[in-house]
């Protein structure tokens, strides 16, 4: 009953599944052969991150399209909903719903991947890049401690998270930015666009959460859907667009 349970994934969701893993790992293969194309050797680091957190993401889908890497949790969600002809309170039947916590290992390994594709291009100071690492990690385990948790503690955790992320997202626009205006304006131009993208990709992910793994709102082929799409635009196209950026720049003035 889909009202009181949120368990299962549809065997269309499964195929977008599959699809969005063979993009992951394709995307990985090509921006390998792109950075050994058109970079030597001590130049790649931007393609090889960029590989790694696709890879890390292909296992993931591999994951979720199988159906595994989730646990039911049972979701505190008082609302009534109609059960054939009858209105009932669903709040007292305690519904179900999958938590696809193999999404949260993937971004605790992805998520840092892609601050450092930003970071390393800014100069920044070590220690701000490990404050930008840290909160990150922060972000995604208190996201991953809120799904599993069935009560309202779930949303202080949440809210934990989305302190972390604003953080994240001021020091990207202010000290990071700064520091890339230093490199030059061609490296802060560059810098600035792939921020903005990466901070308004990033937006959406409390958003969708808050209406999957928080609110219980939409079912779970629709959280595939919208997290799938938001990951190939946060993965791949955001990766292939930031290396594209990085291509008319002199990485001599990095010290790399
Ligand atoms: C959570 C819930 C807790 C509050 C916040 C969140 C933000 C998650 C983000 C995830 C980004 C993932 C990416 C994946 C790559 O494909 C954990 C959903 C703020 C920003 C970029």
């Not at 009202?3 to 195929?15: E, F, G, M, R, Y």
């Not at 490990?130 to 503690?153: K, N, P, Q």
């Not at 950026?245 to 001599?252: E, F, G, I, V």
Request: with cysteine.
């Amino acid at each position: 009953n889909p009202l009181v349970a949120n368990i299962d994934i549809t065997t269309a969701a499964s195929d977008w599944l599959w699809a969005v893993f063979a993009v992951m790992g394709l995307s990985a293969i090509i921006l390998l052969v792109l950075g050994h194309a058109t970079r030597p050797i001590g130049e790649r680091a931007f393609h090889e991150l960029a590989a790694a957190l696709c890879f890390t993401a292909s296992i993931a889908y591999y994951s979720m399209a199988s159906d595994l890497g989730a646990t039911p949790i049972e979701v505190e969600f008082i609302r009534g909903g109609t059960l054939g002809q009858n209105w009932v309170d669903i709040g007292v039947l305690r519904p179900t719903r999958s938590i696809w916590y193999a999404r949260y290992i993937d971004w605790t390994i992805t998520t840092p991947l892609l601050l450092l594709e930003l970071a390393l291009t800014t100069a920044l100071p070590l220690s701000q890049i490990f404050g930008l690492v840290f909160f990150d990690i922060v972000m995604i385990i208190t996201g991953l401690l809120g799904a599993l948790t069935a009560s309202r503690y779930k949303w202080g955790f949440f809210v934990f998270g989305c302190v972390a992320m604003f953080w994240i997202f001021w020091v990207l626009f202010f000290p990071a930015r700064k520091s890339a205006s230093h490199l030059g304006t061609d490296y802060h131009r560059a810098y600035t666009s792939s921020a903005i993208v990466l901070c308004t990709l990033w937006t959406v992910y409390p958003i969708i959460w808050g209406v999957c793994d928080g609110g219980n709102v939409i079912t779970p082929t629709s959280e595939m859907v919208a997290y799938g799409v938001l990951d190939l635009l946060a993965k791949p196209v955001f990766s292939f667009w930031h290396v594209f950026q990085l291509s008319r720049l002199d990485y001599a003035r990095l010290g790399m």
